[in-house]
């Protein structure tokens, strides 16, 4: 048998593009070098790596650092899963389609009471605390014309969510309340529809309270660069009162200008395989996962294959935003879908193939990549020594070990990036686990093997699963707003901080004169200056202004007796515990250490450094 030649490793030259969480032996093969030398170089660093393992961002760095290249880093949420264009399609084959109109501005500026007046529902009243949760779509006729609606969450732990919704949409119709006015979120929002590069139409909402100022809120938005087309700009505002139920049909009318004047007509092909970005999804009870997705481009029916991201299935049934079921969904429809195999990450895009073995293949492949990112993502740190110094000067950090679930994938993906803002150099929150459904005895047996604790928004425990909690003393937590969730974890977090010392300086004395003691040692003959002197309580010694020593004090005495302190004024006999070099002269600074509880994350416990 011939024996097996290596393989002749050819260095690319210029620059190399790598994934995020990619193994060893395909990093290997991207820059042309050894596996062996690769491996060396993350023993160095301290880092035991096998061929097939993933290496976290930083580690490639490193390695591509030590090694003189330069590397660049792609990560699956950067790349865009395009869709064909529209102009790839032939001008006979396009027809119109409804402007897709997304609601953002401020938190508690009427956003979705402005939505539930066009449609003549009622959804205000499932959301908690008043703030919108989750993305809606939903259409509305007016001189019969359909307009698509999507309606995006104001509150700031939503802002993935907003963008996600800005970056699908035709047309954004920015909420400013009119006796507020401009707000942080009211910019966010303006930054997120320039960025998707979509017109933006303003309702200046709340016209109907005592306090509005309409033009005061012009003046705000024109500083922003929304320069009003009645002050000569090419912004349309419409003046209207959701609760009121007033000029909404110039808002609509106004959307509808815009889409016509400013883009030019929307046409899409429905003639061809579906394809478009899915809105939100959840597991529901009852039917399994469900996703909300906007049909872009052509038409979806019953029994098609689908998949976004690393989801896959057929589509069992299809939902109208009435809950209404149909058999297709053409282009500017949001439409609800029954059987994909899991809830696709929102954001993704969906689209038809050609078969549901071609759906898995796909679903699989950008499945990997996903656990492969995630998996070096959540490998610990510490390659660098810097990192490594910052911890051991800081101490172990206590982790906060957390079993995040929720009832739909943006809600999920909001308290994670809420959570992950709580930072703090001794404490941290570590979410170990998060998923879309009502939270399982699988959840509770991890949470217990991990020391965790079980979060959920929007979801509760089955009866199963919370006995078992019960019986393996794991704690679970629902919540249906988010800052009642993010303020519960803070506190808990201040919980877990180890109390500071506060030094209290309880007095001084001054040393007047020396006594030696055979059997004690010197005895320092003092005038209390200042406060009291007290036995067993800490003691510097100062001398020229200089502290010379640190001692406790081990005898106290008034005259000859033996005294529990000596108040200012007095005289008493001090003797130090391990300390006889006192002079004349010397100052003794009394004090005592407490243990205080810290009540805030703000606070950070002083480094030795600071307090000696």
């Known amino acids: 048998m011939r024996p097996k030649q290596p393989r002749e490793v050819v260095a690319p030259t210029g620059p190399v593009t790598v994934e995020s969480g990619v193994t060893v032996r395909d990093f290997s093969q991207a820059l042309g070098i050894p596996m062996g030398e690769i491996i060396k170089i993350l023993m160095a660093l301290g880092q035991m790596r096998t061929a097939t393992q993933s290496l976290a961002d930083d580690e490639v760095e490193l390695v591509a650092t030590e090694l003189k290249r330069e590397i660049t880093i792609k990560h699956l949420a950067d790349e865009e899963d395009t869709e064909p264009e529209t102009f790839e399609d032939a001008e006979d084959q396009l027809a119109p389609r409804p402007p897709v109109v997304t609601i953002m501005g401020h938190v508690d500026h009427g956003k979705t009471t402005l939505l539930d007046a066009i449609r003549e529902t009622s959804v205000v009243e499932t959301e908690a605390g008043g703030i919108t949760q989750h993305i809606g779509a939903y259409q509305v006729e007016h001189n019969g014309r359909r307009i698509t609606f999507l309606d995006t969450p104001g509150h700031e732990a939503f802002t993935a969510m907003r963008a996600r919704g800005a970056k699908v949409t035709d047309i954004a119709v920015l909420v400013v309340a009119a006796d507020d ?278 979801v509760r425990p089955n009866a199963e699963a919370r006995t078992l909690a019960e019986r393996e003393s794991v704690e679970i937590r629902p919540y249906r707003v988010i800052y009642d969730l993010t303020n519960d974890i803070e506190q808990a977090l201040v919980g877990m901080l180890r109390p500071v010392e506060q030094e209290e300086t309880l007095g001084e004395a001054q040393v007047r004169a020396l006594f030696k003691v055979s059997r004690l040692g010197t005895i320092a003959g003092c005038m209390v200056t200042s406060g009291v002197i007290r036995r067993g309580a800490r003691v510097r010694v100062v001398r020229d202004g200089t502290v010379i020593q640190e001692s406790t004090i081990s005898q106290l005495k008034r005259f000859k007796d033996d005294a529990r302190e000596v108040s200012e004024g007095f005289e008493c006999g001090i003797l130090l515990d391990g300390f006889n070099d006192v002079k004349e002269g010397d100052v003794l600074e009394c004090y005592v250490t407490r243990q205080v509880e810290r009540t805030d994350l703000s606070e950070v416990a002083p480094t030795p450094a600071a307090t000696a």
Request: hydrophobic residues 40%; without cysteine; aromatic residues 2%.
């Open 181 to 458: 006015g401009v707000m942080p979120q009211t910019r966010e929002s303006i930054s997120h529809a320039r960025a998707a590069d979509v017109p933006i139409v303003v309702a200046i909402n709340k016209i109907d309270v005592a306090e509005s100022d309409p033009n005061r809120v012009r003046g705000e938005l024109a500083a922003e660069g929304l320069q009003p087309e009645d002050w000569g700009g090419n912004t349309q505002f419409s003046e209207v009162s959701a609760k009121q139920g007033t000029n909404l049909d110039d808002l609509l009318e106004k959307v509808l200008l815009v889409a016509d004047l400013e883009l030019e007509g929307l046409r899409a092909n429905p003639n061809t395989e579906a394809s478009g970005p899915i809105i939100e999804s959840r597991l529901d009870v009852g039917r399994g996962p469900v996703a909300t997705m906007l049909i872009h481009r052509g038409t979806l029916h019953v029994g098609d294959a689908i998949v976004a991201g690393d989801g896959w299935g057929k589509v069992r049934a299809l939902y109208n935003y009435r809950g209404e079921k149909i058999k297709e969904a053409r282009p500017g429809d949001p439409v609800e879908i029954l059987g994909f195999d899991r809830p696709p990450p929102a954001g993704e895009l969906g689209r038809v193939v050609e078969n549901e073995r071609r759906a898995r293949e796909l679903a699989n492949v950008r499945g990997d990549r996903l656990r492969r990112e995630q998996l070096a993502q959540q490998r610990p740190g510490g390659v660098s020594l810097e990192r490594l110094f910052e911890q051991m000067q800081a101490g172990a950090v206590q982790d906060l070990n957390l079993v995040v679930k929720g009832d739909v994938d943006g809600s999920v993906e909001a308290v994670v990036s809420e959570l992950s803002k709580i930072q703090h150099p001794e404490v941290r929150v570590a979410v170990i686990h998060q998923g879309v459904g009502g939270i399982t005895e699988n959840d509770v047996m991890l949470a217990s093997a991990s020391n965790a604790m079980i979060v959920g928004f929007n």
